[in-house]
């Protein structure tokens, strides 16, 4: 855990984003270990966070990086050298840049079958799969669950006949988010098992991200599921975390800039706001304050600066409630956060720290220039 005191005291600027690398390298351990114990590769999710500091570090602790894009492989590519793989799935697949996308990416997982019979060549050199969706639902919000009704996500199982369409040397599943247990990895594998049973000869098999590894105390239904498929469906089983790397590693630092009563509420105005992190907004989140006291006598509504009156980062409790200067930490917001992070009503992204240690350096500080580039 980071020393909250001292990480503020030592940033120059507010609002500002910190990644604190040390927990990214305690949240690799759990996954080092599968690895190692499985035999699998572990590629990172890049679209959690695509900081560049971030993904040079990772690069010689993991197998690569998995994208959603032209633009993150060209960044994942630059960062790694070309080093490890580098898979591909989505269903926005461009015509117009598949050429640079494909000869960038070691594994492309087609997200239907026409993607893939309009944009594969059996000439080019990666390796080509199939994403599949095993039409089986974990989340109680249709707006995360990849494997609803009418999904864009994936090819249904079921429409899949008993053998895989030419050229297709592997699968891809993705089917969870923020997911502490392995019960729907288990269910997964047991209804596709009649249909993987029958394939012969894939080459990869991608099990997708959703999972909180490290906050899943045994890891033996992941390893034992790797073992399982990397003896009876394909030579390699890869992981692609996003979340499970960053997601409790990143902090949202922020400053009081205004204290007033409303309707017998003190409304605290932040020099941040939801569009910092937007998730809050579009998932009725509460962001981890840590200057929380839950038993605190006080309580004070956290609002963000913009003119949206729904801009509101949620009711906190504290024993004396803040004044104006005074600093605050969300915890918890390293995933989804910076990425979607937007300039609404003219206001600076938050400036980037990565923390080493006791370590602080300044990454980067978003400025009018930026402002005036995006809007010129
Ligand atoms: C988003 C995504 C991931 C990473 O998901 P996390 O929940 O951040 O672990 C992995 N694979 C695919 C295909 C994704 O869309």
């Known amino acids: 855990m980071i020393a909250v005191d001292e990480l503020k005291r030592r940033l120059e600027h507010s609002p500002a ?12 351990r759990p996954l080092h270990h599968i690895r190692q114990a499985s035999g699998c590769r572990i590629l990172y999710s890049m679209k959690a966070l695509p900081l560049a500091a971030l993904l040079s570090d990772l690069s010689d602790k993991l197998d690569g990086f998995s994208v959603s ?10 960062v790694s050298g070309g080093r490890g793989s580098l898979h591909v799935t989505t269903p926005g697949l461009r015509a117009d840049e598949f050429a640079e996308l494909s000869a960038l990416c070691s594994h492309i997982g087609f997200n239907s079958l026409s993607q893939y019979q309009r944009l594969h060549s059996s000439t080019d050199r990666y390796s080509a799969g199939l994403r599949v969706n095993p039409k089986l639902s974990f989340a109680d919000d249709r707006r995360y669950d990849p494997c609803g009704p009418h999904s864009k996500l994936g090819v249904d199982v079921g429409l899949l006949g008993q053998a895989l369409p030419e ?6 599943l993705h089917t969870v988010f923020g997911r502490t247990d392995f019960q729907p990895l288990q269910a997964v594998i047991s209804k596709l098992k009649p249909f993987l049973s029958r394939q012969t000869g894939l080459k990869w098999l991608n099990l997708g991200g959703g999972y909180l590894y490290h906050r899943i105390a045994d890891l033996t239904p992941v ?6 498929l990397q003896t009876h469906v394909a030579e390699q089983v890869y992981l692609e975390p996003g979340k499970a790397l960053v997601g409790n590693a990143g902090y949202l630092l922020t400053s009081v800039l205004d204290r007033f009563d409303s309707d017998g509420e003190t409304v605290l105005v932040l020099d941040s706001s939801v569009n910092h992190h937007p998730e809050i907004f579009e998932y009725q989140r509460r962001p981890q304050l840590l200057d929380e006291d839950p038993q605190g006598g006080h309580s004070a509504i956290l609002a963000g600066s913009t003119c949206l009156a729904g801009d509101v980062f949620g009711r906190y409790r504290f024993a004396k409630i803040p004044t104006v200067g005074d600093r605050l930490l969300f915890a918890d917001v390293g995933a989804y956060s910076l990425i979607k992070a937007q300039r609404f009503n003219g206001y600076a992204l938050p400036a ?25």
């Open 223 to 228: 390893i034992e599921a790797v073992r399982y």
């Open 167 to 172: 050229g297709i040397e592997g699968l891809h």
């Open 352 to 376: 980037v720290y990565v923390c080493r240690g006791d370590r602080y350096e300044a990454i980067k500080r978003d400025g009018y220039a930026d402002y005036a580039r995006q809007w010129a």
């Open 17 to 28: 984003f910190v990644l604190d690398m040390s927990q990214v390298h305690a949240n690799l």
């Open 69 to 78: 894009s032209l633009f993150e492989a060209r960044l994942a590519s630059a």
